[in-house]
């Protein structure tokens, strides 16, 4: 039987990920979901993206949003940014640890950020080197890691040499992003075996989304591949805006609850981070996905003994 983790680092991604695909909410409203899910336990959580507001509405007041917060002792926030202006953003808000994403499948890389993937390859190049000049990390997102909803399947191999260039240019970390819920146990499997032939070292976060419902089978099978470190987002929030039919983000209420059940440490208040989810739920207006939030009080446990 394989061993699993004692503990597992979630990063929630509902205040960037989550609300970049719903329509716009005040800024109010975001300020209250990010200090809500400060206040649950997690420790790494993506507050903001400073993207250009004409390609993410939703995220044009992210400097607002990020100077209203609570900030919470012991938690690492991070943001994202799609090029050296949004660095120099989030540099300048006192971030420091920031992302960067780059699509396996060149047709997504470009209707994402309208440039080839060998293109952005080269301007993150210079964006690692901007950010450690200036004392921060740099995490590399590998979107499409699992298929693109143009070009459909994508090689594991492809995504390999991505993670190549992205070491040998000085990357923390690398990511990879289910973004439009292609993934299968089977995929996780190959892909994490072609990148750890080639970079055993390279710290791995993955962020599955549950378009077809494969999101905690994919978590499991990480979890037996010794991957200790995922994206969730609360209520289920999100999608990719250019990814059609990339519908819903793992719901981090659901991994806590199914961690939690097979007596993995999260650190996080299942409690709390349902109220969360109630409270998300109530800001965007809509039911959101999360099987936990609809099935109430019953399903929150606690961490059993290993």
């Given amino acids: 039987m394989t061993e699993l983790p004692d503990h597992v680092s979630i990063r929630e991604v509902g205040p960037r990920d989550g609300l970049q695909n719903e329509d716009p909410i005040p800024t109010d409203a975001k300020v209250r979901l990010l200090d809500a899910l400060s206040g649950t336990g997690v420790r790494r959580i993506e507050a903001v993206s400073f993207v250009h507001p004409k390609a993410i509405p939703q995220m044009a007041d992210a400097d607002e949003v990020w100077q209203r917060a609570a900030k919470a002792d012991g938690v690492r926030y991070s943001a994202l940014v799609p090029n050296t202006r949004g660095a120099q953003r989030a540099l300048a808000a006192g971030f420091t640890e920031i992302e960067v994403v780059v699509s396996a499948s060149g047709t997504h890389n470009r209707r994402n950020v309208n440039r080839s993937t060998a293109e952005s390859l080269d301007d993150i190049a210079e964006l690692i080197d901007l950010l450690h000049g200036a004392g921060a990390r740099a995490e590399v997102i590998v979107a ?95 999608g990719c805006p250019y990814a059609p039919g990339a519908s819903g983000n793992l719901a981090t209420e659901e991994a806590v609850h199914m961690l939690h059940d097979m007596g993995i440490d999260t650190g996080i208040d299942l409690d709390a981070l349902v109220e969360a989810a109630e409270l998300a739920e109530e800001l965007v207006g809509k039911k959101l996905p999360s099987g936990v939030l609809r099935a109430g009080p019953r399903t929150r446990l606690t961490v059993l003994p290993a």
């Fill in 144 to 238: 499409t890691s699992f298929g693109c909803p143009y070009e459909g399947d994508v090689d594991p191999q492809r995504v390999a040499g991505i993670v190549d260039r992205v070491v040998r240019d000085g990357a923390d970390r690398v990511a990879f992003g289910d973004t439009t819920g292609m993934g299968t146990p089977r995929r996780v499997r190959e892909l994490i075996t072609a990148v750890r032939d080639r970079n055993a070292h390279i710290p791995v976060l993955l962020h599955f989304h549950n378009t077809r419902g494969t999101a905690l089978a994919n978590l499991l099978t990480a979890l037996e591949l010794g991957i200790t470190e995922f994206d969730a987002s609360v209520g289920g929030l999100g």
